[in-house]
């Protein structure tokens, strides 16, 4: 049997991709909706401040819940002048109150970087301030460069490897 699978869509703002499907010469379509999603570094352009790129990022969001994603997330990126999310959790904050549906979250919050109390606080305090609208991605990545992460925090090496600790404790906090 011969198969052909090809996916179709027009615009990065699409809500729907279509599925070909061709069986021995006879064409089946189906039509599937898939859940859209960005997820935004905060990208500071040439010639823009740090309020204008998270202003751009407020607009990209309520764009983008007005076209049909699903979700806006942001990633966690440290001590780069042109990235522009390095505070993620508060970001996050800011695009759920200038949003009304949307989900909003972490893609992601880099675990060996933090405390899984002081996380699990945040997010909490984000779930609770916009229920059934907080996302939580979790990483092992440093999200940076290795002497910045040597300043977020010395014993980082020894953090990365202990990832699955820091997700278990993180897991027992968050119940």
Not at 41 to 46: N, Q, T
Not at 56 to 72: C, F, M, P, T
Not at 81 to 107: F, M, N, P, W, Y
Not at 158 to 163: G, L, N, P, V
Request: with cysteine; net charge positive; glycine share 8%.
């Amino acid at each position: 049997m011969w198969l052909k699978i090809g996916l179709i869509f027009t615009s990065i703002f699409s809500k729907t991709i279509l599925l070909l499907l061709h069986f021995d010469s006879s064409k089946i379509m189906i039509k599937k909706e898939i859940a859209y999603s960005i997820l935004d570094l905060a990208v500071v352009s040439e010639g823009k401040s740090f309020r204008q790129t998270f202003d751009d990022s407020v607009a990209i969001a309520q764009l983008a819940e007005n076209s049909g994603y699903k979700r806006y997330w942001l990633a966690e990126h440290h001590n780069m002048d042109a990235i522009g999310s390095s505070a993620t959790s508060i970001l996050i904050g800011k695009i759920a109150e200038e949003t009304q549906h949307i989900r909003v979250g972490s893609g992601g919050i880099m675990l060996p970087n933090h405390s899984p109390l002081i996380i699990a606080e945040q997010f909490g305090t984000l779930g609770t301030l916009y229920p059934n609208r907080i996302d939580l991605g979790l990483g092992r990545a440093p999200g940076t460069d290795q002497a910045t992460a040597s300043a977020i925090r010395s014993d980082f090496s020894k953090q990365r490897c202990s990832f699955h600790l820091k997700f278990k404790k993180f897991k027992r906090i968050f119940r």
